[in-house]
């Protein structure tokens, strides 16, 4: 067994790794750091020997973190947060050139909530960057734990006493489709329109809950995974689908798509907000909560 000298190690090397396990692959996490790859490389070997583990293994598609490395991530993660809070009490916490803080969310969220976010953060936080990074309410508490994401914005999935939540509101649902169609009459009329269905699952979503529990069932003509990718499928075509309120109005504010409300009753849900409890001396990071539940406040119509 190798014994290190601590003192004789560069904390650099931290800030390589967690670029390689963000990144995957030696030459981005140069890019990234504004290094060469040798250097990266030359990191990577001081990391092997320091933790005698490979920490990544070469794949087609990059390197895969080994079992040690992901270990390590959310140790080594919280380590150079807390480098960063020092650093920004130095200066007041207004050093912020260059660093970047991840918000995981779903993209319904990302889609009303990202535009207006930038330019909020650029008119007060300038020269911070954003990382908008896709979630769920079934990977958000671990992701967040790993310190993939900063900053959660769920529907859901946020219980550890390690996290500080704040409630945003609660979420429902709007119906939405291209101008020239024309608006459902009834609830059998709704369920006989084609539908578009936005799930992960692709074969079942909420508004199949809700019409069942009326006494009907939708004609489902096309399936996604994303609302991204939802005026893209809708404009110019008989389609229909029911999604977000919040995602629907701002859809709706960027292309020929109406809104309308559902037919049928569906649940709303509860929105809320999460950042890890060590982080509450982090001032940059709480400023960027502030301004994401201010804009949630103005722009997302919860109840």
């Given at each position: 067994?190798?014994?290190?000298?601590?003192?004789?190690?560069?904390?650099?090397?931290?800030?390589?790794f967690?670029?390689?396990?963000?990144?995957?692959?030696?030459?981005?996490?140069?890019?990234?750091?504004?290094?060469?790859?040798?250097?990266?490389?030359?990191?990577?070997?001081?990391?092997?020997?320091?933790?005698?583990?490979?920490?990544?293994?070469?794949?087609?598609?990059?390197?895969?973190?080994?079992?040690?490395?992901?270990?390590?991530?959310?140790?080594i993660?919280?380590?150079?947060?807390?480098?960063?809070?020092?650093?920004?009490?130095?200066?007041?916490?207004?050093?912020?050139?260059?660093?970047?803080?991840?918000?995981?969310?779903?993209?319904?969220?990302?889609?009303?909530?990202?535009?207006?976010?930038?330019?909020?953060?650029?008119?007060?936080?300038?020269?911070?960057?954003?990382?908008?990074?896709?979630?769920?309410s079934?990977?958000?508490?671990?992701?967040?734990?790993?310190?993939?994401?900063?900053?959660?914005?769920?529907?859901?999935?946020?219980?550890?006493?390690?996290?500080?939540?704040?409630?945003?509101?609660?979420?429902?649902?709007?119906?939405?489709?291209?101008?020239?169609?024309?608006?459902?009459?009834?609830?059998?009329?709704?369920?006989?329109?084609?539908h578009?269905?936005v799930?992960?699952?692709?074969?079942?979503?909420?508004?199949?809950?809700?019409?069942?529990?009326?006494?009907?069932?939708?004609?489902?003509?096309?399936?996604?995974?994303?609302f991204?990718?939802?005026?893209?499928?809708?404009?110019?075509?008989?389609?229909?689908?029911?999604?977000?309120?919040?995602?629907?109005?701002?859809?709706?504010?960027?292309?020929?798509?109406?809104?309308?409300?559902?037919?049928?009753?569906?649940?709303?849900?509860?929105?809320?907000?999460g950042?890890?409890?060590?982080?509450?001396?982090?001032?940059?990071?709480?400023?960027?909560?502030?301004?994401?539940?201010?804009?949630?406040?103005?722009?997302f119509?919860?109840?």
């Open positions: 067994m190798h014994s290190i000298d601590i003192d004789s190690v560069d904390l650099n090397l931290l800030r390589v967690v670029a390689l396990i963000e990144e995957g692959g030696a030459s981005r996490a140069a890019l990234r750091l504004g290094v060469t790859q040798p250097a990266v490389s030359a990191a990577l070997a001081r990391l092997r020997e320091i933790y005698a583990d490979p920490l990544f293994e070469r794949t087609g598609r990059g390197l895969r973190p080994t079992l040690r490395a992901n270990e390590l991530a959310p140790l993660g919280e380590a150079l947060n807390r480098c960063r809070q020092a650093f920004a009490l130095s200066v007041a916490g207004k050093d912020i050139k260059g660093r970047t803080i991840t918000i995981g969310l779903s993209d319904d969220s990302e889609i009303a909530l990202g535009q207006s976010l930038v330019a909020l953060i650029d008119e007060q936080l300038h020269g911070l960057r954003i990382l908008f990074r896709q979630t769920h079934g990977l958000v508490q671990d992701m967040l734990m790993h310190h993939q994401i900063d900053i959660a914005v769920s529907a859901g999935g946020l219980s550890s006493p390690l996290i500080a939540r704040h409630r945003l509101g609660r979420g429902n649902y709007l119906c939405i489709a291209d101008a020239d169609n024309s608006i459902p009459s009834s609830a059998e009329d709704y369920a006989q329109r084609p578009l269905l799930s992960s699952g692709g074969f079942v979503g909420i508004v199949d809950e809700g019409l069942n529990a009326a006494g009907y069932k939708r004609s489902i003509r096309a399936s996604t995974s994303h991204a990718a939802v005026p893209f499928l809708l404009v110019g075509s008989k389609l229909i689908t029911t999604v977000p309120t919040h995602a629907a109005r701002a859809m709706e504010r960027v292309s020929t798509l109406q809104t309308f409300p559902c037919p049928v009753p569906l649940p709303s849900y509860d929105l809320e907000i950042t890890r409890v060590g982080s509450k001396h982090d001032s940059t990071l709480q400023t960027v909560k502030s301004l994401i539940i201010q804009l949630v406040d103005n722009t119509c919860l109840s």
